[in-house]
Nanobody, 126 residues
């Protein structure tokens, strides 16, 4: 079992930036993908970005391409999400997740991920 702890959320104005961190501990080597998801009130949880652990391949939702960057520091066992040019519609609770091998078409869908953090709130005001 892996433990995931997110941090770095906060409140910013539109156009601002935040960097989210996800510290992983436990048996992390069995996971093939790590990703960021978000859920706004009244909406379903959606995939934001995902990273293939072994190859370093990255995947992004269309809504964040060019603005968000997912990365991982292997030495620190930490996943990051750099968020630039934030928009009010980016407001949500952001979750870090880890999952086993899965088809690439599923990496931005939450149901394939088996370990989840508690989330960190991001609020973007206009």
């Amino acid at each position: 079992q892996v433990q995931l702890v997110e941090s770095g959320g906060g409140s910013v104005h539109a156009g601002g930036s935040l960097r989210l961190s996800c510290a992983a501990s436990g048996y992390t080597s069995k996971y093939a993908y790590m990703g960021w998801f978000r859920q706004a009130p009244g909406k379903e949880r959606e995939g934001v970005a995902s990273l293939g652990v072994s190859a370093g391949s990255t995947y992004y939702a269309d809504s964040v391409k060019g603005r968000f960057t997912i990365s991982r520091d292997n030495a620190k066992n930490t996943l990051y999400l750099q968020m630039n040019s934030l928009k009010p519609e980016d407001t949500a609770m952001y979750y870090c997740a880890a999952g086993p091998t899965m088809p690439v078409v599923q990496v931005l869908r939450p149901y394939g991920y088996t370990s989840w953090g508690q989330g960190t709130q991001v609020t973007v005001s206009s």
